[in-house]
Nanobody, 121 residues
Framework: QVQLVESGGGLVQPGGSLRLSCAAS????????MGWYRQAPGKQRELVAA???????NYTDSVKGRVTISRDNAKNTVYLQMNSLKPEDTAVYYC???????????????WGQGTQVTVSS
């Protein structure tokens, strides 16, 4: 059983900052990549940022320069530092981990329950 627990969402004014955290726990053999996705009302879920175990990162164009993803491999935790937030960043943010639960298991995507980020004055 694998759990991803997110924290750090909330209401922030435009131009403000938030830091999201996501800790993975349970029967984990290895985590290959972790990331953050978001889904706004009426829209499809989209990748915000992702990071591999080696530290390579990928960002969607709309957040480049404003968002930084980081990871603590020892704690199986991923962070998303979001600055200069805009109303269009409002969405439910989901943590994702691509991992194996055992040496012979197939890697699989696991998801957190989501945390609401609202950017509004």
């Amino acid at each position: 059983q694998v759990q991803l627990v997110e924290s750090g969402g909330g209401l922030v004014q435009p131009g403000g900052s938030l830091r999201l955290s996501c800790a993975a726990s349970g029967s984990i053999f290895v985590i290959y990549a972790m990331g953050w996705y978001r889904q706004a009302p009426g829209k499809q879920r989209e990748l915000v940022a992702a990071i591999t175990s080696g530290g390579s990162t990928n960002y969607t164009d709309s957040v480049k320069g404003r968002v930084t993803i980081s990871r603590d491999n020892a704690k199986n935790t991923v962070y998303l530092q979001m600055n200069s937030l805009k109303p269009e960043d409002t969405a439910v943010y989901y943590c994702n981990a691509f991992l194996r639960i055992g040496p012979l298991a197939q890697p699989y995507d696991y998801w957190g329950q989501g945390t609401q980020v609202t950017v509004s004055s």
